[in-house]
């Protein structure tokens, strides 16, 4: 399975911004995924994260009512609409899919994760 994270830029405080990630390779199984974001000096964290089929859905605190993800099951995308952007949500954006045969799972913690994509550069200006 390999994922494609597009989307980042530089955007100025208040602005947004749409990830893209686009899931290839074994796309016939079931996934659960996840958006995760990693600062200068800072551990990777969780950002959103979505079940299989996008039933459920999760979101860590400093993004909840701005950030949303959501997928596209038909186009093997998975998306982070972000609003609000803040000089905080400055990181590479990571997207990462994990093989589940539950559907209502949202996976939180980094080392469940089985794939990973390359990362996409978020830079907000203040």
């Known amino acids: 399975v390999q994922l494609q994270a597009s989307g980042g830029g530089l955007v100025q405080a208040g602005g947004s911004l749409r990830l893209s990630c686009a899931v290839s390779?074994?796309?016939?199984?079931?996934?659960?995924m996840g958006w995760f974001r990693q600062a200068p000096g800072k551990e990777r964290e969780f950002v959103a994260g979505i079940s299989w089929r996008g039933a459920r859905t999760s979101y860590a605190d400093p993004v909840k009512g701005r950030f949303t993800i959501s997928s596209d099951n038909a186009k093997n995308t998975v998306y982070l609409q972000m609003n609000s952007l803040k000089p905080e949500d400055t990181a590479v954006y990571y997207c990462?899919?994990?093989?589940?045969?539950?559907?209502?799972?949202?996976?939180?913690?980094?080392?469940?994760?089985?794939?990973w994509g390359q990362g996409t550069q978020v830079t907000v200006s203040s």
């Open positions: 390779g074994r796309t016939s199984r079931k996934y659960a």
């Open positions: 990462a899919a994990d093989r589940t045969d539950l559907q209502f799972i949202v996976v939180l913690k980094v080392d469940e994760y089985d794939y």
